[in-house]
């Protein structure tokens, strides 16, 4: 049997492929300007040209496909994640918890998800902590992480996320009074959770993933490895999730037929 890549492999291979897809994408772009170019024109020949795009597309979609793979980790009992494990399509977050899209994201697109798709086993949610504003950052995200490991974590979640908080909004014992009020059960386990070498571990995890993709702002998502930037629309995550889950269906069926 194919032994599992180190950890140090995945993370190359990862950034191969985010590099390659930046190449598929500028490709994409310059041939979408030479179509363009050739309609205003009345010159050249449209239909290559097209074809010539629609490889592309094909090449990137197997970049973005090869991308989820090395994300999408569907461990179970993740903490971190909601929805099935083998669900057709994983949305990965990137955030921190002093980011207000972040918390627009959580508040008012999430929820959507969960409704429409989570709950209907199409998707699954993973977070990662990518704290990008210093120590108050830093200390939320190891807080939530603290919470995971009672069961706590998207209550405490979404305790943070309620409103906006920056700087002294997230000290320690600010951060403790949250954890009581999301339910978290063992207040002394809590503190001693979120100062611990495993919080730090955990963090760094996900931010060198992060790093490794590119991430440079929150929120940033892969939807099947798909990227989705910033601050978007409720719409916008909502027709990423259905093309998504679309595509799998299809790669499905035709792994099935090809039997």
């Not at 032994?3 to 492999?9: D, G, M």
């Not at 903490?79 to 099935?84: D, N, R």
Request: glycine share 8%; hydrophobic share 40%.
């Amino acid at each position: 049997m194919p032994t599992s890549a180190s950890p140090t492999r995945k993370m190359a291979a990862i950034g191969a492929v985010i590099a390659l897809v930046v190449a598929v994408i500028a490709v994409a772009v310059a041939v979408g300007k030479a179509v363009e170019g050739s309609r205003d024109s009345g010159t050249g020949t449209p239909e290559a040209a097209a074809s010539v795009e629609s490889k592309d597309e094909s090449a990137q979609q197997k970049l973005f496909d090869d991308l989820a793979r090395q994300t999408s980790r569907r461990q179970d009992g993740d903490p971190l994640a909601i929805g099935k494990k083998d669900a057709p399509v994983v949305l990965v977050e990137y955030a921190d918890y002093q980011c207000s899209y972040c918390g627009k994201f959580t508040r008012e697109t999430q929820p959507e998800l969960v409704k429409k798709f989570v709950d209907a086993g199409t998707l699954r949610i993973e977070f990662r902590n990518f704290p990008v504003f210093g120590a108050p950052s830093e200390r939320a995200a190891r807080a939530s992480w603290a919470a995971g490991r009672q069961g706590k974590f998207w209550e405490l979640h979404h305790t943070l996320y309620a409103e906006t908080r920056k700087g002294d909004a997230l000290a320690e014992d600010k951060l403790v009074e949250m954890a009581r009020e999301s339910g978290v059960p063992d207040i002394e386990k809590f503190r001693t959770d979120l100062k611990s070498a495993d919080a730090e571990r955990a963090l760094k995890k996900d931010q060198q993933e992060g790093y490794q993709l590119g991430v440079q702002s929150t929120p940033s998502f892969l939807v099947n490895g798909r990227p989705v930037m910033g601050a978007q629309p409720t719409g916008v995550f909502l027709q990423a999730v259905e093309d998504a889950a679309a595509r799998a269906k299809a790669t499905a069926k035709g792994t099935e037929a090809g039997k």
